[in-house]
T-cell receptor
Framework: RKEVEQDPGPFNVPEGATVAFNCTYS??????FFWYRQDCRKEPKLLMS???SGNEDGRFTAQLNRASQYISLLIRDSKLSDSATYLC?????????FGAGTILRVKS | NAGVTQTPKFRILKIGQSMTLQCTQD?????MYWYRQDPGMGLKLIYY???????DKGEVPNGYNVSRSTTEDFPLRLELAAPSQTSVYFC?????????FGQGTRLTVV
């Protein structure tokens, strides 16, 4: 079983839609979690950290459920510029472990 | 405001050749990582370091070596390049949370 698993998608949504991505992790000892965004042929960039209490940054909301070992990312009012691959990341000890990513395509 | 700098950006190697991918960060981060990303796939951890003089293997270390003589530099060495090492290589550094990535090195082994 992979340490971090994501639905690869692609998710094809119209502009203005709300879309949610899910991620599960296998190691309950993981300390921290993040969502990264990766544009085609570019380096990953940190989108936001994920906390048990849930956190919001503009149109983006991240949530962590430690009991279910589940992480989510909600994007509201999708923009064309949100089209990218979204990577779920867990910190195990000193290692950052990446999921394979979920592809989002926002269409006009 | 350099952040994490990787060189070269592109390289073509012949089978059996060796090369070093350079990675430098100017943020005084202790943690540094090397990942490879194959087309359409996620990032796989090759090696990582928690500080100068300390390195550890990640998920896919075979065929690679690293060193960390300074906080700033974390070079990745490929010995006897193989076609299976064709990939995009990313270096990252982090103070504790939120890693910063270099722009990547696209390596092709032919």
């Amino acid at each position: 079983r992979k340490e971090v698993e994501q639905d690869p998608g692609p998710f094809n949504v119209p502009e203005g839609a709300t879309v949610a991505f899910n991620c599960t992790y296998s190691n309950s000892a993981s300390q921290s979690f993040f969502w990264y965004r990766q544009d085609c042929r570019k380096e990953p960039k940190l989108l936001m950290s994920v906390y048990s209490s849930g956190n919001e940054d503009g149109r983006f909301t991240a949530q962590l459920n430690r009991a279910s070992q589940y992480i989510s990312l909600l994007i509201r009012d999708s923009k064309l510029s949100d089209s990218a691959t979204y990577l779920c990341v867990a910190l195990y000890g000193n290692k950052l472990v990446f999921g394979a990513g979920t592809i989002l395509r926002v269409k006009s | 405001n350099a952040g994490v700098t990787q060189t070269p950006k592109f390289r073509i190697l012949k089978i059996g050749q060796s090369m070093t991918l350079q990675c430098t960060q100017d943020m005084n981060h202790n943690y540094m990582y090397w990942y490879r990303q194959d087309p359409g796939m996620g990032l796989k951890l090759i090696y990582y370091s928690v500080g100068a003089g300390i390195t550890d293997k990640g998920e896919v270390p075979n065929g690679y070596n690293v060193s960390r003589s300074t906080t700033e530099d974390f070079p990745l060495r490929l010995e006897l390049a193989a076609p299976s090492q064709t990939s995009v290589y990313f270096c990252a550094s982090t103070p504790s949370v939120g890693a910063f990535f270099g722009q990547g090195t696209r390596l092709t082994v032919v």
